[in-house]
């Protein structure tokens, strides 16, 4: 099993930034993904930002120029660095995992989310 933690959210208001974490622990062989999902309600969930562990990233068109994806390896640990936040970056952010084990077999785990406010 593997365990995520998320943390870094908060209240901010529009133009300011805040920076997320999510901590993946466990039964890790490798990581082949890291991503940011939010889902704001009454809308479908969106992929927000990502990275797979060749280095590759990929963005939201909504928050790309403003959003930073990085992992840092060594902890398991990816960041989502978020600037220029606007009023419509507000809902929860969830963390998401794919991990490899040794066979090859990726399973997918999820954070517990983490509330982004952005309001005056």
């Known amino acids: 099993q593997v365990q995520l933690v998320e943390s870094g959210g908060g209240l901010v208001q529009p133009g300011g930034s805040l920076r997320l974490s999510c901590a993946a622990s466990g039964s890790i062989f490798s990581i082949k993904a890291m991503g940011w999902h939010r889902r704001a309600p009454g809308k479908q969930r969106e992929l927000v930002a990502g990275?797979?562990?060749?280095?590759?990233?990929w963005y939201a068109d909504s928050v790309k120029d403003r959003f930073t994806i990085s992992r840092d390896n060594a902890k398991n640990t990816v960041y989502l660095q978020m600037n220029s936040l606007r009023p419509e970056d507000t809902t929860v952010y969830y963390c998401?995992?794919?991990?490899?084990?040794?066979?090859?077999?990726?399973?997918?785990?999820w954070g517990q989310g983490t509330q982004v406010t952005v309001v005056s």
């Open positions: 998401n995992v794919e991990v490899s084990d040794q066979s090859g077999w990726v399973s997918d785990y």
């Open positions: 990275t797979r562990s060749g280095g590759s990233t």
